[in-house]
C-alpha cells in the first residue's frame, strides 16, 4: 500500500455530465499528478499541483481542471463528459514533484461514461 | 511529441527463466526512469528507478540504462507465476511528468 487515496473506486456517468474525483496524497508529500490510463494504453499526464498551485499540464482539454487543497488533497474535475473519457483515472503523490521524485499512485477510479 | 516506446508483447517465458523488457525514450533531457508493474485492474506499483547509466540490482530484477542511446530496460531473473503483469516504462519530461509506454505484458508459464 502506498499511502495515497482515491473515491470513489467506480462511477458510471452519463453523456455531458460533470464529474469529481478526489485524492488524499501520503503522508508528507505535497504533490499530486493525475494521470488518464485507458484500456491497453499506458497513463497519460493530465496535470501535476504542488502546494495548491498547477505546476504543468498535458495535451487534455480546459474540461479537465483540478484543485489542490492545503492539506494536499487533490480534486479532478471533468465537465461536459464525453464517451472517450471513460478510463481508469489514477492519482500519484510525491514529496516535492521535482525530477527523480518518485511517484506513487493510489488505486484509481475507473469511470465509466454511458 | 516526445515518446516512450517499449517492445511489442505479449511475451511469454517459462518459470525460472529471465524476462527482457526494452524501452526506448525520444527526451534526450530526461534525466530520471522507471519501471512500474501493473496488474490487472490495478493500478501501477514502483519496481525500480534509474538515474545512472549502467545497471541497478534489486533482488531478482536489474534495470539498465545507456542514455546515449536513449534504451532503459529490466530484466526479470527467476520469473515466477507472481510476476505475470503489464510492465510499464516511465521517463520523466521537463523535469516534472512520467511520460508512459504502453506497457509490455509478461505472462510466466508454470
Known amino acids: 500500500e502506498t499511502g495515497v487515496t482515491q473515491s470513489p473506486t467506480h462511477l458510471i456517468k452519463t453523456r455531458g455530465q460533470q464529474v469529481t474525483l478526489r485524492c488524499s496524497s501520503q503522508s508528507g508529500h505535497n504533490t499530486v499528478s493525475w494521470y488518464q490510463q485507458a484500456l491497453g494504453q499506458g497513463p497519460q499526464f493530465i496535470f501535476q499541483y504542488y502546494r495548491e498551485e498547477e505546476n504543468g499540464r498535458g495535451n487534455f482539454p480546459p474540461r479537465f481542471s483540478g484543485l489542490q487543497f492545503p492539506n494536499y488533497s487533490s480534486e479532478l474535475n471533468v465537465n461536459a463528459l464525453e464517451l472517450d473519457d471513460s478510463a481508469l483515472y489514477l492519482c500519484a503523490s510525491s514529496r516535492d514533484g521535482r525530477d527523480g521524485d518518485t511517484q506513487y499512485f493510489g488505486p484509481g477510479t475507473r469511470l465509466t461514461v454511458l | 511529441q516526445k515518446e516512450v516506446e517499449q517492445n511489442s508483447g505479449p511475451l511469454s517465458v517459462p518459470e525460472g527463466a529471465i524476462a527482457s523488457l526494452n524501452c526506448t525514450y525520444s527526451?534526450?533531457?530526461?534525466?530520471?526512469f522507471f519501471w512500474y508493474r501493473q496488474y490487472s485492474g490495478k493500478s501501477p506499483e514502483l519496481i525500480m528507478f534509474?538515474?545512472?547509466?549502467g545497471d541497478k540490482e534489486d533482488g531478482r530484477f536489474t534495470a539498465q540504462l545507456n542514455k546515449a542511446s536513449q534504451y532503459v530496460s529490466l530484466l526479470i531473473r527467476d520469473s515466477q507465476p507472481s510476476d505475470s503483469a503489464t510492465y510499464l516504462c516511465a521517463v520523466v519530461e521537463n523535469d516534472y511528468k512520467l511520460s508512459f509506454g504502453a506497457g509490455t505484458t509478461v505472462t510466466v508459464r508454470a
Open positions: 534509474i538515474y545512472s547509466n
Open positions: 527526451d534526450r533531457g530526461s534525466q530520471s
